[in-house]
């Protein structure tokens, strides 16, 4: 499976973004997409996950409510529709997809196989 992220810009603080994952290649009933950021000098962090199948979706607690991931109608299309989007939000979003995963391991960046390339979004105050 191959992922590329588009999507990123830049915006004032309080605007909005959506970033679009179009995941190419045999993607299975239980495959999970989850979206990622990194700031320089900084881990990458979870942000967003949802399973292809059930659509479940999971949530970093910063979120608080300003991001909404969802699977498009488009074929194998994953989107993270961001909203009063802050400074602190600025990084290079990346997803990233794994065959299986349960609740516990979400968050774990170390347990996705399939990288997309970043996509750089930039929140100016």
């Known amino acids: 499976v191959q992922l590329q992220a588009s999507g990123g810009g830049s915006v004032q603080a309080g605007g909005s973004l959506r970033l679009s994952c179009a995941a190419s290649?045999?993607?299975?009933?239980?495959?999970?997409i989850g979206w990622f950021r990194q700031v320089p000098g900084k881990e990458r962090e979870f942000v967003a996950a949802i399973r292809w199948n059930s659509q479940i979706t999971y949530y970093a607690d910063f979120v608080e409510g300003r991001f909404t991931i969802s699977r498009g109608n488009a074929k194998n299309t994953v989107y993270l529709q961001m909203s009063s989007l802050r400074p602190e939000d600025t990084a290079v979003y990346y997803c990233a997809g794994s065959g299986s995963l349960i609740t516990s391991a979400i968050r774990d960046s170390r347990l996705y196989h399939n990288w997309g390339q970043g996509t750089l979004v930039t929140v100016s105050s």
């Open positions: 290649g045999a993607t299975s009933s239980r495959y999970v």
